[in-house]
């Protein structure tokens, strides 16, 4: 069965450091999203992306904050300047549409900020 | 904004046992709601899917209903297995725009 993945599983970083999250979404999907899980919070929603641009946007989803789809399969979310309130679990999640039937979820990438 | 409510938070239970989570959501304007299944540290998984026209969705033991005018989902699992226990959520797509409105989630355990 076609799924999501993400790399890397957990990253470390210091404060004041960009990452890189990357994600790999289903191939014939169009819509692509990324959320974010800080620890004991719930799934809070950050971005969705569609035909190379972004179609959907929290207020979480700041300057700090950027999507790209580099190629035809990687989907990334860029965070610039880490802060300690950006660790947490990251997820992508890619839709063959939107609205769409469900989302599919990758395992997710911990952040942690030091 | 869409609030999405789970009750209880946390849940214990026997092994063998039937037993209903419940999801709450304010603004009934939903397109579709999904409850997902996560594992301490893991992704989510996606159990079953409620499109805003049906009424209930059936996966195995699993059986979740929808009541849209009153902004209510239940996820009924039948005959618990230690296997169940995890995090369960239930998140909601309104009608317009395309984000997943999360739950808190309810924290299962199943004692064998």
């Known amino acids: 069965e076609p799924e999501v993945t993400q790399t890397p599983s957990h990253q470390v970083t210091q404060m004041g450091q960009e990452v890189i999250l990357r994600c790999v979404p289903i191939?014939?999907?169009?819509?692509f999203y990324w959320y974010r899980q800080i620890l004991g919070q719930k799934v809070e929603f950050l971005v969705s992306?569609?035909?190379?641009?972004?179609?959907?946007k929290s207020e979480i989803f700041d300057d700090q904050f950027s999507v790209e789809r580099p190629d035809g399969s990687n989907f990334t979310l860029k965070i610039r300047s880490t802060k300690l309130e950006d660790s947490a679990m990251y997820f992508c999640?890619?839709?063959?549409?939107?609205?769409?039937?469900?989302?599919?979820f990758g395992p997710g990438t911990r952040l942690t900020v030091t | 904004k869409q609030e999405v409510t789970q009750i209880p938070a946390a849940l214990s239970v026997p092994e063998g046992e039937n037993l209903v989570l419940n999801c709450s959501f304010t603004?009934?304007?939903?397109?579709?709601l999904q409850w997902f299944r996560q594992d301490p540290g893991k992704g989510l998984t996606s159990l079953l899917l409620?499109?805003?026209?049906?009424r209930e969705q059936t996966s195995g033991r699993l059986n979740a209903s929808l009541d849209k005018s009153s902004g209510r989902s239940t996820l009924y699992i039948a005959a618990s297995q230690p296997g169940d226990s995890a995090t369960y959520l239930c998140?909601?797509?309104?009608?317009?725009?395309?984000?997943?409105?999360f739950g808190t989630g309810t924290s299962l355990t199943v004692i064998p």
């Open positions: 999640a890619s839709s063959e549409s939107s609205p769409a039937p469900g989302g599919y």
């Open positions: 191939s014939n999907h169009l819509y």
């Open positions: 992306f569609y035909n190379n641009e972004i179609s959907e």
């Open positions: 603004d009934s304007a939903i397109y579709n």
């Open positions: 409620i499109q805003s026209s049906q």
């Open positions: 998140a909601v797509r309104l009608d317009t725009g395309n984000q997943f409105y």
